[in-house]
């Protein structure tokens, strides 16, 4: 099988009607999308390579939905709806049923976002996975990092700390025996980017700054405030606890639920008289969120115990002393 014979079998898919916004898709030497007046493109691109970001034995079918979910979930954190994607392969050798599990996985999230394929390169090498996305967001309506005011409420969408926990399974580390595989493995593998909920927000007068959670809550909290130049409070009893953590040590749970990573959760502030709206959002959106703290005119991150006294936490990546 050919270059051409193999993007022509697997990305090629010209049964799929295009939306109004691709003006032309895969197949001559560039795409052509057309935004809606008045708004700006939101462009996102995030590469996986194998042994960094997934081991050789995943199934080809999550990998293909992840290469995707990771970069919408970019997309969601600036409040853009998808309007398309590119794909840059590069594989080690032209396997068909690998092709073909790997195209399912990408197109089944691809189709339920409207988010079509539009073009690509594929040469042979190393496999890595390439995708760029790009959205559309009303003209100075995208969430950006650096909008986070003093004031502000801190919010956390769904859950964070499931994927870490399935990571640690996998590794085979003595504290998440307790775990149950299958439920955690759908976590790290077919992560659900919170789309829905970042285009509502992006709605929202009083939504400030977003970020998707891909590295953990407190390192990317992080990046807002930098960004923003703000301090955050965060009530370490607010967070939201999935049913499997609740099972582990206190230390190895703030560890996952703080510094997880592969959440794909979204992280946003927004002013308080905005909690209505906010709420609304969660509820057009079906996406839960929870309010887990608020932005200070200080520096860096205080973790608050029940009583609101500042906590000692040490967790990978962030050391925090009180
Ligand atoms: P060029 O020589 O102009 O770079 P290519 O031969 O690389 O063109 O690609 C031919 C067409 O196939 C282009 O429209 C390109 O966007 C598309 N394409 C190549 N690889 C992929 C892929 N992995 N997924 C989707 N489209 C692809
Ligand atoms: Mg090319």
């Given amino acids: 099988m050919g270059e051409f014979e193999l993007i022509r079998r697997h990305f090629q898919r010209p049964g799929v009607r295009l939306p109004p916004d691709v003006v032309l898709g895969v197949g001559d030497d ?41 970069n919408l979930s970019d997309l969601a954190a600036m409040g853009a709806r998808p309007l398309g994607f590119t794909l840059a392969l590069a594989l080690p050798h032209a396997d068909d049923a690998w092709l073909t599990a790997f195209a399912r996985g990408l ?15 594929t040469t042979r090498g190393p496999l890595n996975i390439c995708i760029t996305v790009f959205g559309q967001v009303l003209a100075g309506r995208a ?38 595989g299958a439920d955690l493995r759908q976590r790290l593998e077919w992560p659900t980017p919170r789309n829905a909920l970042g285009v509502a927000l992006a709605a929202v007068e009083g939504v400030h700054a977003a970020i998707d959670l891909s590295d953990g809550l407190v390192g990317d909290l992080g990046h807002v405030l930098a960004a923003s130049g703000v301090g955050a409070d965060i009530e ?24 997880g990573g592969d959440d794909y959760e979204l992280l946003f502030t927004a002013h308080p008289a905005a909690r209505d709206a906010v709420q609304t959002a969660s509820r057009t959106s079906a996406t839960p969120v929870t309010r887990i703290g608020r932005i200070t005119a200080g520096q860096g991150i205080r973790l608050l115990d029940a009583q609101g006294q500042p906590q000692s936490v040490r967790v990978q990546g962030f050391d925090h002393f009180a």
Avoid: N
């Fill in 30 to 70: 560039g795409a052509l999308l057309r935004p809606a007046p008045g708004h700006e493109l939101a462009i996102s691109t995030d590469m996986l390579v194998q042994d960094r970001h997934f081991f050789a034995t995943v199934d080809a079918s999550a990998l293909g939905h992840k290469a995707l979910a990771v």
């Fill in 107 to 121: 197109f089944a999230l691809a189709d339920s976002h409207a988010c079509p394929l539009v073009g690509g390169d």
């Fill in 236 to 259: 370490l009893a607010a967070l939201p606890v999935a049913p499997a953590l609740k099972a582990l040590p206190p230390a190895e749970r703030l560890e996952c639920l703080l510094a």
């Fill in 143 to 180: 969430l950006r990092r650096s909008a986070a005011r003093d004031g502000d409420d801190v919010y956390v969408s769904g859950r964070t700390g499931e994927a870490r926990l399935a990571l640690e399974h996998q590794r085979g580390t003595a504290w998440a025996s307790t775990a149950s």
